[in-house]
C-alpha cells in the first residue's frame, strides 16, 4: 500500500500523516486505504470464491460489483451501509432483498468484514 501511495504522491511525508493523524484510533495503513482506496484486485479476490461458490443472479452480480465498487474506494464499508442508497438502487431492502438465503449472507457479511471499515479520519 506504501508503494502505491508514494507511485501516486511522490512527494508525500509519511512522518508528517503521522504526526497530523497522530490521535486517531486507527493505524497509519489503515487510514492510508481510506485516503487512496483499496488495490482493486485485492477486493476482486476476496470475492471471486463466493462467486464460484453459487449460482448467482444478474441482479446479484451487479450488487457484488457495486459492492466491490465501494470497498475499493472506501477501503472497507459499514455493513449497515448494504441497507443504504446506493445499494438500495437494486434492491428496496438493500443487501437482505438481493441476498435471501442465510448462508450468502453470512458468508457476504464475514468477506466485509475482513476488509474494515472505513476509517473516521480527525484531524487535528
Known amino acids: ?10 512527494n508525500l511525508d509519511l512522518n508528517l500523516l503521522k504526526e ?3 490521535d486517531t484510533a486507527a493505524p497509519l495503513a489503515h487510514i492510508l486505504r481510506g485516503i487512496i482506496g483499496m488495490n482493486n ?3 476482486e479476490n476476496r ?5 464460484q461458490k453459487y449460482v448467482l443472479s444478474s441482479v446479484q452480480l451487479r450488487f457484488l460489483s457495486m459492492l466491490k465498487d465501494q470497498i475499493s474506494a472506501q477501503g472497507g464499508l459499514k455493513l449497515n451501509a448494504l441497507f443504504e442508497m446506493p445499494f438500495t438502487q437494486i434492491h428496496t ?3 437482505g ?3 435471501t438465503r ?3 449472507f ?5 468477506i466485509i468484514r475482513s476488509f474494515g471499515e472505513p476509517p473516521t479520519i480527525t484531524p487535528k
Not at 470475492?47 to 462467486?51: G, I, K, L, N, Y
Not at 453470512?106 to 464475514?110: R, S
Open 1 to 10: 500500500m506504501a508503494v502505491n501511495m508514494y507511485t501516486q504522491h511522490p
Open 20 to 22: 497530523f493523524y497522530s
Open 41 to 43: 484486485q485485492a477486493v
Open 47 to 51: 470475492f471471486t470464491t463466493f462467486a
Open 93 to 95: 431492502e438493500g443487501i
Open 97 to 99: 432483498g438481493v441476498f
Open 102 to 104: 442465510d448462508d450468502q
Open 106 to 110: 453470512a458468508e457476504l457479511a464475514n
